[in-house]
């Protein structure tokens, strides 16, 4: 008598009313999800199901991919891949008008790319280009929005952690997912880059003409990357041609950047050390959100929320284009105030079944909904990266800052529009490819 829509929507704002409590997402996930089967089902069978669900889920061999991935990119680090990744793009580019702004973007692509997390791509890099830029002459407001919008490369562009979280709940090919998540990934960073070049030619004031480097720094610049780009060639392509399984490529990622930390003479005990501690508590507190999430999914479907949320969206007669619109707008209400990580996690369990009976593509949903999440790091009110920002210019007041990623926020929203209307821009290289 409880396996009802009613009663799955009930979960669902207890569970929003959990997280604004500060309750840890696992475990708000988990409590609600269990709390639920056990109303549901009875007190013995939601144990046996989770029991199960966490023996099979902690069993998968994809799982080993994330902490490897999370190893590499704590290894990276740890060799001051972020300082020079920076340096490399600001000696190439950093004499144009706004050049230092392009070098913040790629810089955040470039880390992005080894670290796979917006809050820690903002983060870095911000600490070596909001200075440098400020310096400079630069808007604070140019150089805040750059950074923070920047940021959200790191689950875009592959490997990414959102998208590794995505593949185990949803159950689609992690490598494919990748794979789809380039062409979107890279047309965001030159939709950021275009942004700036607009903005400093409507304004040449917000940012000025720094010198010009000589090809021998350039060089000496790009030399210091290399073995970081290598890595990321070899990672990327490795998974985009088949050459070896996403699980591989991490073990892969984690060897090359253990090398790396070798070959740069950073590779101390007390850095392996940490470096394993960080990935270990990462990876755990990733194992606990994954099972809450499907521990909760399971108590969705159960109550036949899912299918009634379907019922409703596809009630909406405007087509699949308009439908989708429509599911954007709503997880954009809802990453203005939750995590990322977090919206993802709530909303894959109700709309995937909506998604495919519009005959989508669950590897474009995954691109769709990493994107809808990665602009709540931006969007008011939550807009984490935002706050991130904050920490390391804290002269510099919210409200500029909110100012600032505005027209990056504007062309995320042509972003996720042109990813809605054109499929292909996710879905058109693993077809290619495959």
Not at 181 to 209: D, E, H, K, N, T
């Amino acid at each position: 008598m409880m396996a009802t829509p009613e009663t799955g929507l009930l979960g669902v704002l207890m569970l929003l009313g959990l997280l604004l409590l500060g309750v840890p997402i696992g475990a708000a996930l988990g409590l609600v999800g269990l709390g639920g089967l056990s109303l549901v089902l009875g007190v013995e069978p939601a144990l046996i199901k989770a029991a199960d669900l966490v023996l099979e889920t902690l069993t998968r061999y994809e799982l080993g991919t994330l902490p490897l991935f999370m190893l590499m990119a704590h290894l990276c680090f740890s060799s001051d891949a972020s300082r020079d990744l920076f340096d490399a793009a600001a000696r190439c580019v950093g004499h144009r008008r706004g050049g230092l702004a392009l070098a913040s973007v790629a810089g955040c692509a470039g880390f992005g790319a080894i670290n796979g997390s917006s809050l820690a791509t903002a983060a870095t890099i911000g600490l070596v280009a909001i200075p440098e830029m400020r310096r400079h002459g630069y808007s604070d407001a140019l150089a805040t929005g750059a950074v923070a919008a920047g940021g959200t490369l790191g689950q875009m562009i592959p490997p990414s952690g959102a998208l590794i979280v995505f593949g185990i709940i949803a159950q689609q090919s992690i490598g494919t997912l990748f794979t789809a998540a380039i062409v979107p990934g890279l047309s965001q960073a030159l939709l950021y880059l275009l942004v700036i070049a607009l903005l400093v030619r409507w304004r040449p004031a917000l940012a000025p003409a720094t010198p010009k480097a000589d090809w021998a720094a350039r060089r000496q610049a790009l030399a210091k990357v290399a073995d970081i780009l290598v890595l990321m060639l070899v990672v990327i392509l490795g998974i985009v041609f088949g050459l070896f399984t996403p699980s591989e490529a991490a073990s892969v990622g984690a060897a090359g950047a253990l090398l790396i930390c070798l070959w740069r003479r950073r590779l101390t005990a007390s850095v392996l050390l940490q470096s394993l501690e960080d990935t270990l508590k990462t990876s755990g507190l990733i194992y606990v959100v994954i099972v809450g999430t499907l521990v909760f999914s399971v108590f969705i479907s159960v109550t036949g929320l899912a299918d009634a949320t379907g019922a409703l969206i596809t009630r909406f007669e405007g087509g699949r284009v308009p439908t989708v619109v429509l599911m954007a707008l709503i997880l954009l209400a809802l990453g203005s105030l939750l995590d990322g990580l977090a919206l993802i996690l709530i909303a894959t369990p109700i709309l995937l079944p909506v998604v495919t009976s519009l005959g989508l593509s669950p590897i474009w949903f995954g691109i769709f909904i990493v994107r809808a999440a990665e602009i709540g790091f931006i969007h008011p009110p939550m807009g984490m990266n935002l706050y991130v920002i904050q920490g390391i210019a804290p002269d510099v007041s919210l409200s500029r800052i909110f100012r600032g990623v505005l027209p990056f926020l504007a062309a995320d929203f042509l972003h996720l529009f042109l990813l809605i209307v054109f499929p292909a821009l996710a879905l058109a290289l693993p077809r290619w490819l495959a």
